[in-house]
């Protein structure tokens, strides 16, 4: 599972990390995709699947925050990151 985030992140630089940011990223359109930590709390897995709704944004789930926080080079816990869409 964490390897097709590892490619996923690695070829998309550009990324929101948090939820309030992610959430206004899918709103205007500007996240093709978001990845969630399964360590985290489950109103943020719900925030996030309600954001998406049936918006055409995938959604990927990823080990733990600290692992996902790591991932994306930041020094502390992660548990969504969304990726930017480059039209």
């Given at each position: 599972?964490?390897?097709?985030?590892?490619?996923?992140?690695?070829?998309?630089?550009?990324?929101?990390?948090?939820?309030?940011?992610v959430?206004?990223?899918?709103?205007?359109?500007?996240?093709?995709?978001v990845?969630?930590?399964?360590?985290?709390?489950?109103?943020?897995?719900?925030?996030?699947?309600?954001?998406?709704?049936?918006?055409?944004?995938?959604?990927?789930?990823?080990?733990?925050?600290?692992?996902?926080?790591?991932?994306?080079?930041?020094?502390?816990?992660?548990?969504?990151?969304?990726l930017?869409?480059h039209?």
């Amino acid at each position: 599972m964490s390897t097709g985030v590892n490619d996923l992140i690695a070829s998309n630089p550009d990324r929101l990390v948090g939820l309030k940011q992610v959430v206004r990223g899918i709103a205007d359109g500007s996240v093709w995709c978001v990845i969630v930590s399964l360590d985290c709390d489950d109103f943020v897995k719900q925030k996030v699947e309600e954001a998406i709704g049936n918006r055409q944004v995938g959604l990927k789930y990823f080990d733990t925050k600290s692992k996902l926080g790591a991932l994306v080079g930041i020094e502390v816990p992660a548990a969504v990151v969304g990726l930017l869409r480059h039209d």
